[in-house]
């Protein structure tokens, strides 16, 4: 059974950084894409970011495009999600997720989700 669980979230003020890690079990390392996706307060669940298998391909949400950046450590079984200059409209729950394709893109249909961790930005 596949297991994602995030962490790394919570308050923080508009321009500054936090690191999301999704921890994952249950797989051998490298099986699934990964991605991040996020729900803001009244808003549908969008896709932030995804990253192959081997970590050699990322994609990004044009809206986090050059401030957040998904990385993976296959040894680790972790996804990082680092995001930078944060803005208020990044305020959201942010979903971990795994899925059998050579990349997670906005499109994709994830075949596991973690519980999601709270990142809110402070004006």
């Known amino acids: 059974q596949v297991q994602l669980v995030e962490s790394g979230g919570g308050l923080v003020q508009a321009g500054g950084s936090l690191r999301l890690s999704c921890a994952a079990s249950?797989?051998?390392?490298?099986?699934?894409?990964m991605g991040w996706f996020r729900q803001g307060p009244g808003k549908e669940r969008e896709f932030v970011a995804g990253i192959s298998r081997s970590g050699h391909m990322t994609t990004y949400a044009d809206s986090v495009k050059g401030r957040f950046t998904i990385s993976r450590d296959n040894a680790k079984k972790t996804v990082y999600l680092q995001m930078n200059s944060l803005k208020p409209d990044d305020t959201a729950v942010y979903y971990c997720a795994a899925a059998d394709v050579p990349i997670v893109i906005a499109t994709t249909k994830p075949h596991y989700w973690g519980q999601g961790t709270q990142v809110t930005v402070s004006s």
């Open positions: 249950g797989y051998t390392s490298s099986s699934y894409a």
